[in-house]
């Protein structure tokens, strides 16, 4: 069982940055791939990025590329977005996510456990 809380989220102008982070329970974390998915009001849940536990690879969705920077510490059970030149369209709570594996990382009903999210809110 794996638990994820979210943080970091908040409001900032568009053009500017926010790191969120997500701790995980369990001693077993560095097993998991995590991702991060986002969901804006009146949208589906979409995918954001996504770093595998084996090997590191890292996958971003094209509208955050270049912006978004996803990492993680092992040491310290927690995963970070680190999102820069934000944009009013990124605004959208944003959720962690963690599976013990996954072939399709953009789909999330391939994640297990989730966190209960947290907001960005950009302003223009």
């Known amino acids: 069982q794996v638990q994820l809380v979210e943080s970091g989220g908040g409001l900032v102008q568009a053009g500017g940055s926010l790191r969120l982070s997500c701790a995980a329970s369990?001693?077993?974390?560095?097993?998991?791939?995590m991702g991060w998915f986002r969901q804006a009001p009146g949208k589906e849940r979409e995918f954001v990025s996504a770093?595998?536990?084996?090997?590191?690879?890292?996958y971003y969705a094209d509208s955050v590329k270049g912006r978004f920077t996803i990492s993680r510490d092992n040491a310290k059970n927690t995963v970070f977005l680190q999102m820069n030149s934000l944009k009013p369209e990124d605004t959208a709570v944003y959720y962690c996510?963690?599976?013990?594996?996954?072939?399709?990382?953009?789909?999330?009903?391939?994640?297990?456990?989730w966190g209960r999210g947290t907001q960005v809110t950009v302003s223009s």
């Open positions: 996510a963690a599976t013990a594996w996954a072939s399709r990382l953009t789909m999330s009903n391939e994640y297990n456990y």
């Open positions: 369990g001693r077993t974390f560095s097993s998991y791939t």
């Open positions: 770093l595998r536990s084996s090997g590191g690879s890292i």
